[in-house]
């Protein structure tokens, strides 16, 4: 439940619209509800401002559904990833316009109040390869369901650097830029050498045997010599993209 919802609510009850009893039952189930294999925040929201994301990778089909089911009957936007196909089709016989980015392994629906004409403009994800997009579209996805308008600008990686000049403009108009590299990670530092934007970067396990599955480009991304170069952990483009979402929401807010 959303703050809104929550003063909803409670105007209902003051203008005896609900009842006392009714009330009840909905804000019962506000802390968490445990399922045994999972204990569901329905508070966070509240206190974080977005609903419990799903993290399927070790979890049954059938655990990822009843939760998704839980979330849905208590009217929260769904969003959960490292999802498998299975997953989806399991969670589109509860919601069929949920949706599925196969790339990037989320699945997606947004609650009822979010208007496509009020996302915040302002998140640009960055890859440095096509290898890396899997990861770039867990960022995009992120921060898309969190309310915002997302830009890609894919493989521009520092083989071609000429590939990330022309498209100095668009970096420069973002409030926060992403960027997704494998391979030794350089990227990062040459967009933050570039803008006076936050950057944040999030290094992939897509390279060679001694890239070590990320390794070395996340010590690159740490050691990165441009300021403002913040750094989350290998493939967390979740990570990357719920940060974004707050620094652009910050910054919209604001204006």
């Known amino acids: 439940m959303n703050p809104e919802k929550l003063k909803t609510l409670l105007t209902e009850v003051q203008q005896s ?4 009893d009714d009330a009840l039952d909905v804000l019962r189930r506000l802390p968490f509800e445990d399922l045994g294999f999972s204990k569901i925040d329905f508070h966070r ?8 994301v799903i993290f399927c990778q070790g979890k049954t089909v059938d655990q990822v559904t009843e939760i998704a089911k839980r979330l849905l009957e208590a009217d929260q936007p769904l969003f959960a990833t ?26 997606s629906l947004p609650s009822n109040d979010q208007q496509p004409t009020l996302l915040k403009e302002g998140i640009l994800v960055v890859s440095a390869g096509t290898s890396d997009i899997p990861v770039a579209e867990e960022a995009v996805e992120t921060a898309t369901i969190l309310g915002n308008k997302v830009e890609r600008l894919y493989d521009v990686g520092v083989a071609g650097i000429h ?9 420069a108009e973002a409030n926060v830029v ?14 933050g050498g570039l803008i006076d934007k936050p950057v944040i970067a999030v290094p992939t396990s897509i390279g060679y045997g001694a890239s070590f599955s990320g390794v070395a480009a996340l010590l690159a991304m740490l050691n990165s010599c441009a300021s403002g170069v913040s750094v ?12 974004a979402a707050l620094i652009n929401r910050q910054i919209t807010d604001e204006k």
């Open 17 to 20: 619209q609900t009842s006392i």
């Open 45 to 52: 929201q509240l206190r974080q401002g977005f609903p419990e």
């Open 82 to 107: 490292r999802a498998t196909i299975e997953m989806y089709q399991a969670i589109a016989q509860l919601a069929p316009i949920a949706t599925f980015n196969e790339a990037g392994r989320t699945i």
């Open 163 to 171: 590939r990330l000049l022309g498209n100095y403009e668009q970096l």
């Open 178 to 191: 992403v960027v997704v590299a494998g391979m030794e990670g350089a990227l990062a530092s040459v967009v």
């Open 232 to 243: 989350v952990n290998i493939d967390n483009g979740f990570g990357a993209g719920y940060s």
